[in-house]
Structures are given as structure tokens and as C-alpha cells.
């Protein structure tokens, strides 16, 4: 068990419509990312928060946006569903406060993921 | 260029015997962190080891040890003693400036599918 935990396992929706993907992070780690594993992409970066904040942007749709609660969690949410927005949406989360760059502390563990058909 | 590149797209190896995992990266960034995951039919994303680019020795984690050959910016992954149960899919994946601190985005190679027979 990583520690990251993400709901729901499995959600099968129609296109055109909205969803929202949750992610809990490692307890005490303040960075969540967002990945999107796809057959004709591969694992794609989507966007980090780091402590509440956007830190970075990776391949993310307009249509997609996430934030970070004061809790530390995370919401994704897809809107304007469109086929090929299936996937495998994992959240991973690392770094603890005070953790030195270049030690073991940079891990990134992996939720167990959301697969998401577009049908 | 490819930040990272995994050249096996599939592996065979039989039971207890050990296989390589091959990995090259392309970085500028003298600080940096080496990692590989393997992923099961289930889906899951496990670790399995951490390579920092500071880091003196290589990596072992288990039956896992990453062969860190930084002048050739490569870093593969063995595993000893195949199981059934290793048969997955394997990814490198490398993080860069990490000196910078908060954590950043971890970039994946295209994956190897390795396959433990009897």
C-alpha cells in the first residue's frame, strides 16, 4: 500500500459530460501529482500542486483543472468528455517539508489509479 | 530528444534467472533522481528503487539493483531470481532539478513488458 489513495477505482460515463477524479496524498507529503496513462500516449504528466499551489503544467486539456485543498488533497476534473479521454488518471504524491534534494525523500508514490472509459 | 529511452519493448526471461532492464536518460541537470516502477495487469504503479544522481553507490532493493553508469547516462535495472510473479510491466522514469526543492514531475520511458516463463 503506497499510502496514496484515489476514488473511484473505475468510472464509465458518457461523452460530453464532467467528472471529477480525488486523490489523497501520503500523509505529510505537500506535492500531489496528476498522470495520465494512455494506450497512444504513454504516461503523460498533467499537472502538479505543491501545498496548495499550481507548481508545474504538463500536457493537461483546457478541459481538465485541478486544484489543491487546504487539506492537502486533490480533485481532477474533466469536463466535455471525449473518447479518447480514456485512460488510467493516477495521482502521486512526494516530498515532505524539510526534505533534502537528491535523498530518498523525492519518491513519488503512485495511487492505485482511476480508469476512466468515455463511452 | 528523448528525455528517457527504453529500448526493450518486450523480455523473456525463465524462472530464477536474472534479467537486465535497459534504461538511458538525457539530462543537463546535474541533479537528478533515477526510478523505476513496475506495473502489474492490475494497473497499480509499484516502486521499486531510487537512483539519486549524488548517490555514490548503486541502488539495491531486494532482488532489485539499478546499474547507475552516469557517464553513459544510463541506468538499468536487474533483477535476480525471476519469479512468475515479477511478469509486468517495467518503466524508467528520471526527475530532474531537485535541488530546487517541492518535489517536480517525474518524466516515464515507453515501458518494457517483461515476461518470467518456467
Known amino acids: 500500500d503506497s499510502g496514496v489513495t484515489q476514488t473511484p477505482k473505475h468510472l464509465i460515463t458518457a461523452t460530453g459530460q464532467r467528472v471529477t477524479l480525488r486523490c489523497s496524498p501520503r500523509?505529510?507529503?505537500?506535492?500531489v501529482y496528476w498522470y495520465q496513462q494512455s494506450l497512444d500516449q504513454g504516461l503523460q504528466f498533467l499537472i502538479q500542486?505543491?501545498?496548495?499551489?499550481?507548481?508545474a503544467k504538463g500536457n493537461i486539456l483546457e478541459r481538465f483543472s485541478a486544484q489543491q485543498f487546504p487539506d492537502l488533497h486533490s480533485e481532477l476534473n474533466l469536463s466535455s468528455l471525449e473518447l479518447g479521454d480514456s485512460a488510467l488518471y493516477f495521482c502521486?504524491?512526494?516530498?515532505?517539508?524539510?526534505?533534502?534534494?537528491?535523498?530518498?525523500?523525492?519518491?513519488?508514490?503512485f495511487g492505485q489509479g482511476t480508469r476512466l472509459t468515455v463511452v | 530528444a528523448q528525455k528517457i529511452t527504453q529500448t526493450q519493448p518486450g523480455m523473456f526471461v525463465q524462472e530464477k534467472e536474472a534479467v537486465t532492464l535497459d534504461c538511458t536518460y538525457d539530462?543537463?541537470?546535474?541533479?537528478?533522481?533515477l526510478f523505476w516502477y513496475k506495473q502489474p495487469s492490475s494497473g497499480e504503479m509499484i516502486f521499486l528503487i531510487y537512483?539519486?544522481?549524488?548517490?555514490?553507490q548503486n541502488a539495491t532493493e531486494g532482488r532489485y539493483s539499478l546499474n547507475f553508469q552516469k557517464a553513459r547516462k544510463s541506468a538499468n535495472l536487474v533483477i535476480s531470481a525471476s519469479q512468475l510473479g515479477d511478469s509486468a510491466m517495467y518503466f524508467c522514469?528520471?526527475?530532474?532539478?531537485?535541488?530546487?526543492?517541492?518535489?517536480?514531475?517525474?518524466?516515464f520511458g515507453t515501458g518494457t513488458q517483461l515476461k518470467v516463463e518456467l
Open positions: 522514469a528520471m526527475r530532474e532539478g531537485l535541488l530546487t526543492g517541492g518535489g517536480n514531475k517525474l518524466t
Open positions: 500542486y505543491y501545498n496548495g499551489e499550481e507548481r
Open positions: 500523509s505529510g507529503d505537500l506535492s
Open positions: 537512483q539519486g544522481s549524488y548517490d555514490q
Open positions: 539530462t543537463s541537470d546535474p541533479s537528478y533522481g
Open positions: 502521486a504524491s512526494s516530498v515532505k517539508p524539510g526534505s533534502p534534494g537528491g535523498s530518498s525523500n523525492t519518491e513519488a508514490f
